[in-house]
């Protein structure tokens, strides 16, 4: 049986918070915004891989591959973010699952980020300290809902 508190507090009741901090509101819009774009351009360049397989065959000839490598590229990325910000979409409404459907494919893109020395280190960071401040907010979830 619920004490009389319990049912006088909706944060309880839901196991979510009443009121998201001001902190976690900026990082979803950022995070909206930055998973957004990567996306959709992601996602446009899987309808082009095409045409950019060719641009690169072009400008490296010693390149002996097709379109398929391309392709799977762009496919795992647009997977990879797209379920990123279908996290922040859960974190937003303040679910904890939201964070690890947020972090495993953030994660991961920075593993992928840290074998290829030719992507810029400020991308990296990026994933990294939105993981971080995302995860200390994950802290705070797992408390209110117990």
Request: hydrophobic share 45%.
């Amino acid at each position: 049986m619920k004490s009389p508190r319990q049912n006088d507090d909706p944060g309880r009741q839901t196991g979510r918070p009443e009121k998201r901090p001001l902190l976690v509101s900026l990082l979803c819009f950022f995070s909206w915004i930055y998973y957004g774009i990567l996306t959709g351009l992601f996602l446009l360049a899987l309808f082009y891989s095409g045409w950019i397989s060719e641009v690169i065959h072009q400008y490296l000839p010693d390149g002996k591959g097709t379109t398929l490598p391309v392709s799977l590229l762009f496919f795992g990325m647009f997977l990879l973010h797209g379920t990123a910000f279908t996290g922040v979409i859960f974190l937003w409404y303040g679910r904890s699952k939201g964070y690890l459907v947020f972090a495993i494919p953030t994660i991961l893109i920075t593993v992928s980020h840290l074998f290829r020395p030719d992507i810029s280190w400020i991308s990296t960071a990026i994933y990294t300290i939105l993981v971080i401040l995302f995860g200390i907010y994950y802290r705070q979830l797992k408390r209110s809902a117990e």
